[in-house]
C-alpha cells in the first residue's frame, strides 16, 4: 500500500483510540463508524435512548471534519430528532420566496442543513413522514437532493441512523435496506459501571470547561477520507470471491434476507474493511462486518454462528497472547516512559490503547498467577496517569 493510504489508515487509528478511551463498550461502533466513513455506506444504531449514540457520532465528525468553514464549504456535521410532525423545511431548508416571486421557480434554501452536509446524524429516522423518507431515500443511495424539481449533488459522507425499534412497517422497507451496517447499541455492562462513571464524568468535566462546545480538533479530513474510498478500486478480492459468495449465499438459506443492492454494498465494506487494517487485498477476516447485517436482533447469534468459520482464525484473538511475560515486562517499561510524554490528546489516546490491550493481554495469559502482578502494574500505571491529568 502507498505510503500516502498508510498515513491515512494511522490517522484513523488516532480517531479510533480517541473514542475507544472516551466511550466505553462501543469499540465495535466505533470500528463500524470508520469502515462506513471510508467506504461511504450508511449506519444504523438501534437501542434504547441515552446510550451515547448521538455524541459519539458528533465526536467522530468532529474528528474527521475541520470544524471552521464558509459558504463555498460543505457543513462538516447536521444532526436532527425528526417526529412525525417533522416538516421537510427542517432539515431541507425554507422555499426561497423571494426566487419564486422573481419568477425563478421553486427552490429552497438549503444553506447549514442536511443537502450540504458530510456527516449526518438523524435520531428516530423511521418517525419521519413520507415526504422526509421520500427525499432521503435518494439522497442515500444516489447522493441526489431534488431541489424543486432539479437534482442536486450533495456532498454527503455518509449518515448515520438511530432508532428505539427496529421497523417491520413494509412501508419503511425501502429505507432499512439504505443501511447496509446494522448494530445494536445498549447500555453499558454493570461489570463496566465504574468504567463509565469515569469516562462520563470526564467528558462532562470538560464541557463545563468548554461551555459546551467541543473543543476536538480534527485529526484527519473528508479530503482524505474521500482518498481511501477511492483506493477502495484497488482492493484485489481474488482470496475471497467465492468465499463471500458461500457466504451471503448461506446468510440468505438461514432465512436472513439480503437483497442483491445489500449485497453489493457489503462486498464494498468488506473492501474498507481491507483497507482499515492496512492492506490492499481482502481476506476472510475482513467478514467480521457480515455480523452487522441482520434484519432483527434475534438474528444475530446466527450470524456470529455462519461466520465463525471464515472468522475463527483471524477475529477475537490476539496474536500476541502466547508472548513471554519477559517481552510483556519490557513492554510496560516502555509504557511507563512514554506516560512522562504525553503532550496532547492524540498521545493519551495512543497511552491508554497500549495500556488497555496490554492489560487484555495478561488477564488472558495461560500463566494468568504469573501475569497478575504484571496486570496490577497495568492497572496501577493507568491510575496513576489519569490522577495527574486531572491535579
Same mark, same amino acid.
Given at each position: 500500500?502507498?505510503? #500516502?493510504?498508510?498515513?491515512?489508515?494511522?490517522?484513523?487509528?488516532?480517531?479510533?483510540?480517541? +473514542? *475507544?478511551?472516551?466511550?466505553?463498550?462501543?469499540?465495535?461502533?466505533?470500528?463500524?463508524?470508520?469502515?462506513?466513513?471510508?467506504?461511504?455506506?450508511?449506519? +444504523?444504531?438501534?437501542?434504547?435512548?441515552?446510550?451515547? *449514540?448521538?455524541?459519539?457520532?458528533?465526536?467522530?465528525?468532529?474528528?474527521?471534519?475541520?470544524?471552521?468553514?464558509?459558504?463555498?464549504?460543505?457543513?462538516?456535521?447536521?444532526?436532527?430528532?425528526?417526529?412525525? %410532525?417533522?416538516?421537510?423545511?427542517?432539515?431541507?431548508?425554507?422555499?426561497?420566496?423571494?426566487?419564486?416571486?422573481?419568477?425563478?421557480?421553486?427552490?429552497?434554501?438549503?444553506? !447549514?442543513?442536511?443537502?450540504?452536509?458530510?456527516?449526518?446524524?438523524?435520531?428516530?429516522?423511521? *418517525?419521519?413522514?413520507?415526504?422526509?423518507?421520500?427525499?432521503?431515500?435518494?439522497?442515500?443511495?444516489?447522493?441526489?437532493?431534488?431541489? !424543486? !424539481?432539479?437534482?442536486?449533488?450533495?456532498?454527503?459522507?455518509?449518515?448515520?441512523?438511530?432508532?428505539?425499534?427496529?421497523?417491520?412497517?413494509?412501508?419503511?422497507?425501502?429505507?432499512?435496506?439504505?443501511?447496509?451496517?446494522?448494530?445494536?447499541?445498549?447500555?453499558?455492562?454493570?461489570?463496566? %459501571?465504574?468504567?463509565?462513571?469515569?469516562?462520563?464524568?470526564?467528558?462532562?468535566?470538560?464541557?463545563i470547561r468548554d461551555g459546551h462546545q467541543s473543543s476536538l480538533r480534527n485529526i484527519t479530513?473528508?479530503?482524505?477520507?474521500?482518498?481511501?474510498?477511492?483506493?477502495?478500486?484497488?482492493?484485489?478480492?481474488?482470496?475471497?470471491?467465492?468465499?463471500?459468495?458461500?457466504?451471503?449465499?448461506?446468510?440468505?438459506?438461514?432465512?436472513?434476507?439480503?437483497?442483491?443492492?445489500?449485497?453489493?454494498?457489503?462486498?464494498?465494506?468488506?473492501?474498507?474493511?481491507?483497507?482499515?487494517?492496512?492492506?490492499?487485498?481482502?481476506?476472510?477476516?475482513?467478514?467480521?462486518?457480515?455480523?452487522?447485517?441482520?434484519?432483527?436482533?434475534?438474528?444475530?447469534?446466527?450470524?456470529?454462528?455462519?461466520?465463525?468459520?471464515? +472468522?475463527?482464525?483471524?477475529?477475537?484473538?490476539?496474536?500476541?497472547?502466547?508472548?513471554?511475560? #519477559?517481552?510483556?515486562?519490557?513492554?510496560?517499561?516502555?509504557?511507563?516512559?512514554?506516560?512522562? *510524554?504525553?503532550?496532547?490528546?492524540?498521545?493519551?489516546?495512543?497511552?491508554?490503547?497500549?495500556?488497555?490491550?496490554?492489560?487484555?493481554?495478561?488477564?488472558?495469559?495461560? #500463566?494468568?498467577?504469573?501475569?497478575?502482578?504484571?496486570?496490577?502494574?497495568?492497572?496501577?500505571?493507568?491510575?496513576?496517569? +489519569?490522577?495527574?491529568?486531572?491535579?
Amino acid at each position: 500500500m502507498q505510503q #500516502e493510504l498508510l498515513d491515512a489508515v494511522s490517522d484513523l487509528d488516532d480517531v479510533a483510540n480517541l +473514542l *475507544k478511551n472516551s466511550f466505553v463498550a462501543k469499540d465495535e461502533i466505533i470500528e463500524m463508524l470508520i469502515i462506513g466513513a471510508i467506504a461511504q455506506e450508511h449506519l +444504523l444504531l438501534a437501542g434504547p435512548p441515552g446510550t451515547g *449514540k448521538s455524541e459519539l457520532v458528533k465526536r467522530f465528525a468532529h474528528l474527521c471534519t475541520p470544524r471552521q468553514y464558509d459558504e463555498q464549504q460543505p457543513l462538516p456535521y447536521f444532526e436532527y430528532l425528526l417526529t412525525r %410532525f417533522t416538516e421537510p423545511n427542517e432539515l431541507f431548508g425554507p422555499v426561497d420566496i423571494k426566487t419564486f416571486q422573481a419568477g425563478g421557480g421553486y427552490q429552497r434554501i438549503v444553506k !447549514g442543513l442536511l443537502p450540504t452536509t458530510e456527516i449526518a446524524f438523524l435520531d428516530e429516522i423511521f *418517525k419521519a413522514n413520507s415526504a422526509i423518507l421520500n427525499a432521503l431515500l435518494t439522497i442515500l443511495n444516489e447522493r441526489i437532493f431534488y431541489n !424543486g !424539481g432539479r437534482p442536486e449533488h450533495i456532498p454527503l459522507l455518509f449518515l448515520v441512523g438511530a432508532t428505539n425499534e427496529v421497523p417491520d412497517d413494509p412501508d419503511l422497507a425501502a429505507l432499512y435496506d439504505r443501511f447496509p451496517l446494522r448494530l445494536w447499541s445498549d447500555n453499558v455492562a454493570e461489570n463496566r %459501571f465504574a468504567e463509565l462513571m469515569q469516562c462520563g464524568w470526564q467528558q462532562e468535566r470538560q464541557k463545563i470547561r468548554d461551555g459546551h462546545q467541543s473543543s476536538l480538533r480534527n485529526i484527519t479530513t473528508s479530503k482524505t477520507l474521500r482518498r481511501l474510498h477511492q483506493a477502495l478500486n484497488q482492493v484485489n478480492f481474488d482470496n475471497v470471491g467465492r468465499s463471500y459468495q458461500e457466504a451471503i449465499r448461506r446468510i440468505r438459506s438461514e432465512g436472513i434476507e439480503i437483497s442483491d443492492r445489500r449485497a453489493v454494498k457489503l462486498l464494498k465494506l468488506v473492501a474498507a474493511a481491507a483497507l482499515r487494517r492496512g492492506s490492499l487485498t481482502a481476506e476472510k477476516e475482513d467478514f467480521h462486518i457480515l455480523r452487522h447485517c441482520w434484519n432483527t436482533r434475534e438474528q444475530v447469534p446466527h450470524l456470529e454462528a455462519l461466520l465463525a468459520p471464515y +472468522l475463527e482464525q483471524s477475529v477475537g484473538r490476539s496474536p500476541l497472547r502466547s508472548r513471554h511475560l #519477559e517481552a510483556l515486562a519490557a513492554e510496560i517499561t516502555l509504557l511507563e516512559k512514554l506516560s512522562l *510524554k504525553l503532550n496532547s490528546d492524540i498521545d493519551l489516546a495512543d497511552f491508554l490503547h497500549q495500556a488497555e490491550r496490554l492489560r487484555r493481554e495478561l488477564m488472558e495469559h495461560p #500463566e494468568k498467577i504469573l501475569a497478575d502482578p504484571y496486570r496490577q502494574q497495568i492497572e496501577g500505571l493507568i491510575d496513576v496517569t +489519569l490522577n495527574n491529568l486531572e491535579k
